[in-house]
């Protein structure tokens, strides 16, 4: 059984730093494209990053040179460190696992999810 658990969330005030872990169990790293989406209240889940198996890392505009997506295949472990943190960061962040090599944005790309760690960023 594949199981993904975040941890890391927390409140923190604008221009802050927090690190989100993603611990992935029942299926090996390596052979998973990672990525970790945010979803607002009332709002759809939208994509932040993506790391491949090949080690290609991607990112939305919006956390571009702010956030950093990094995998330790030894450990399963999946990161996401954010920095210079702002209001409009906040939301729940989720950590996923799938196979395709298409539309990596999407959230019917992943086939596993974690149950996701609130970000909460104040001004």
């Known amino acids: 059984q594949v199981q993904l658990v975040e941890s890391g969330g927390g409140l923190v005030q604008a221009g802050g730093s927090l690190r989100l872990s993603c611990v992935v169990s029942?299926?090996?790293?390596?052979?998973?494209?990672m990525a970790w989406f945010r979803q607002a209240p009332g709002q759809e889940r939208e994509f932040v990053s993506y790391?491949?198996?090949?080690?290609?890392?991607y990112y939305t505009d919006a956390v571009k040179g702010r956030f950093t997506i990094s995998r330790d295949n030894a450990k399963n472990v999946v990161t996401l460190q954010m920095n210079s943190l702002k209001p409009e960061d906040t939301a729940v962040y989720y950590c996923?696992?799938?196979?395709?090599?298409?539309?990596?944005?999407?959230?019917?790309?992943?086939?596993?999810w974690g149950q996701g760690t609130q970000v909460t960023v104040s001004s």
């Open positions: 996923a696992a799938g196979d395709t090599a298409y539309v990596l944005t999407r959230v019917s790309s992943y086939d596993y």
């Open positions: 029942g299926r090996a790293l390596t052979a998973s494209n």
């Open positions: 790391s491949l198996r090949g080690g290609t890392t």
